[in-house]
């Protein structure tokens, strides 16, 4: 399982753009990135997942260069709801459901 | 399509004593791990089922257990409950299958939040 860093935490303000680096320099040739997203006293939720270059859903973006060695999930104008802590994790499909999860980063959204 | 569902949401249990956690994955869904959260470890894989046989295992002592049911429901048992048992308990759910990018999409549950006095 490839070891992910983020920072610990990260301050916005409503209707900006937020994004988050997330660095897996000894990611696998069969690793996904996948990202989730934590609110308090809740179970984490899926954002977003890709493999390489640019993935796009309604919710985010996710940015992964050729080398695939950090991505940058993007939150286009966020607001208070946004407001959670952002979960990086580089998985391969081994059929194993474990998921590692670090420390994650802590985004802050002020009005 | 309802949501992974769990069973209580809050518990308070003295130390020494056993508890059991009930999960209700998403309909269809047959694979169900177990995950604690506390605030100095992180979250943690505790266990996953699948068709009812436990799949994989994570860095826990033999104190938790798990199973599954014929209907994919699971529960999970801690048994010997100490202070540092005090958690939230996640369950997560997926379809199972074999390989593809569905199957790192996991579907996580409310939570049990566990005290032990």
């Known amino acids: 399982l490839a070891k992910t860093t983020q920072p610990i935490s990260m301050d916005s303000y409503e209707g900006q753009e937020v994004n988050i680096t997330c660095s897996h320099n000894n990611i696998a040739t069969n690793d996904y990135i996948t990202w989730y997203q934590q609110f308090p006293s809740q179970g984490p939720r899926f954002i977003i997942q890709?493999?390489?270059t640019k993935v796009t859903n309604e919710v985010a973006s996710l940015f992964i260069p050729a080398d695939r060695k950090s991505s940058t999930l993007s939150l286009p104008r966020v607001s208070l709801s946004d407001t959670a802590v952002y979960y990086c994790l580089a998985k391969g499909d081994t059929g194993r459901r474990a998921l590692t999860f670090g420390s994650g980063t802590r985004l802050q959204v002020q009005p | 399509k309802a949501g992974v569902t769990q069973t209580p949401r809050y518990l308070i249990k003295t130390r020494g004593q056993q508890v059991t956690l009930s999960c209700s994955p998403i309909?269809?869904?047959?694979?169900v791990s177990w995950y604690q959260q506390t605030p100095g470890q992180g979250l943690q894989f505790l266990f996953e089922?699948?068709?009812?046989?436990?799949?994989n295992k994570g860095n826990f002592p033999g104190r938790f257990s798990g199973r599954q049911f014929s209907n994919s429901r699971s529960e999970m048992n801690v048994s010997t409950l100490e202070l540092g048992d005090s958690a939230l308990y996640l369950c997560a759910s997926s379809a199972g299958t074999s390989g593809g990018p569905s199957s790192y999409e996991q579907y996580f549950g409310p939570g049990t939040r566990l005290t032990v006095t």
């Open positions: 089922y699948f068709s009812e046989t436990q799949r």
């Open positions: 309909s269809g869904h047959r694979s």
């Open positions: 890709g493999y390489k």
